[in-house]
């Protein structure tokens, strides 16, 4: 590595974003803490960070919000000077129901946030890190979810059907930009214990579900961030368009 590399992992002050930005400094990056509400969080992970040498800072911005992204993009790019890397990992979920019981609005939010957000991002990314436009290449990782693959029927579709949007976006922006110097690749995470569960009103489902999974556990967001780190390396160099399911065989 000929110079220390920048990142933005988008919803970072919490859960697996959190994970990644720690284990991305780490590793030696620099690390931009995105977040929307919770300051108080991300500002601890900036000062985890920097009391072990690394280097971070942290960055407001719904990236479900266009003004919020170019001004995220804006500020990584004065305190970094360049962007290398992305992180797509910010993302909703919504209360357990069935789609003939959803409103409108959770269903735009739910688009907005985990399918336009990713696209805006991945937007200014590939505008800094093309060579097409004098960028001299860059990583981007989506996060995704087994339940793209699940359907996730009775539960969540709306949410479901939103991370298979964004397998799809991977696969097809990971083929034009890849002569471009810019790899891109997704994980699919299977029932991680964070807070997302408590946001949808049921904390205790990681616990009740585990017995039923095939390895009988949940997984942790450290397991989740080690994957992605490893798509963000360069032992990942030839790995592009490429979904990882992180799901312990579920
Ligand atoms: P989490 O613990 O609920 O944390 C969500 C993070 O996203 C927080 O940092 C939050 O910021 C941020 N965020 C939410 N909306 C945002 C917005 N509009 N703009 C910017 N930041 C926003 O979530 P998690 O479980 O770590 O999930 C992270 C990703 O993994 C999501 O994409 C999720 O769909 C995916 N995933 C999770 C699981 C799981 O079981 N946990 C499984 C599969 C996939 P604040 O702290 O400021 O609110």
Known sequence: MTHTRSLLVTGASRGIGASVARLAARA?????????????????????????GGEAFAIRGDIASEPDVLAMFAAVEERFG?????????????????????DASRLERMMKVNVVGPMLCTRQAVRRMSTRHG????????????A??????????????????????????ALEVAAEGIRVNGVRPGIIETD??????????P???????????????????????????DDASYVTGSILNVSGGR
């Not at 030696?28 to 920097?50: E, K, P």
């Not at 997302?196 to 489902?205: L, V």
């Open 207 to 233: 616990k009740e579900i585990a017995d039923s999974l095939p390895m009988r556990r949940t997984g942790q967001p450290d397991e989740v961030a080690r994957a992605v780190l490893y798509l963000l390396s």
């Open 135 to 146: 960028g001299r290449g860059g990583v981007i990782v989506n996060v995704s979810s087994m």
């Open 196 to 205: 997302i569960h408590a946001s949808r009103g049921e904390p205790d489902w």
């Open 148 to 173: 793209a693959e699940l359907g996730s029927p009775s539960l969540y579709v709306d949410y479901a059907a939103s991370k298979g949007a964004i397998d799809t976006f991977t696969r097809g922006l």
């Open 28 to 52: 030696g990056y620099r690390v931009a803490i995105n977040f929307v509400s919770d300051s108080d969080a991300a500002d601890r992970i900036v000062r985890d960070i920097q009391a072990e």
């Open 82 to 102: 360049r962007i290398d890397a992305l992180v797509n990992n910010a993302g909703i979920v919504d209360r357990k129901s069935r789609l003939d019981e959803m």
